[in-house]
């Protein structure tokens, strides 16, 4: 099991940033490919961002390309977010999971361990 805690949400107007963490306890992540999902009030939880155990790949949702970057440092068993430019329609609660191993898919059913999340919210 993978305990995982996103921190570093909050309120920020638009074109600001935001760093997000996701720190992982129980075992190391270094082994697993990692993922960020937000989910919007009244929306789907959606696919935000991918990077693979050994942090060559890393795939974005269209809506967050060239703005967000997902990095890792597996000396702290940790992955964040670094989200720039952020626009209103960013407001979301952001989660952190697991990639189960076996799956090349980023749908919510193909990732695990999920986090409690960490509000982010961008006013205009």
């Known amino acids: 099991q993978v305990q995982l805690v996103e921190s570093g949400g909050g309120s920020v107007q638009a074109g600001g940033s935001l760093r997000l963490s996701c720190a992982a306890s129980g075992r190391t992540i270094s082994d697993y490919g990692m993922g960020w999902f937000r989910q919007a009030p009244g929306k789907e939880r959606e696919f935000v961002a991918y990077?693979?155990?050994?942090?060559?790949?890393?795939i974005y949702a269209d809506s967050v390309k060239g703005r967000f970057t997902v990095s890792r440092d597996d000396a702290k068993n940790t992955i964040y977010l670094e989200m720039n430019s952020l626009r209103p329609e960013d407001t979301a609660v952001y989660y952190c999971?697991?990639?189960?191993?076996?799956?090349?898919?980023?749908?919510?059913?193909?990732?695990?361990?999920w986090g409690q999340g960490t509000q982010v919210t961008v006013s205009s």
């Open positions: 999971a697991n990639r189960r191993p076996g799956t090349n898919r980023h749908g919510s059913g193909d990732y695990r361990y």
């Open positions: 990077i693979s155990d050994s942090g060559d790949t890393r």
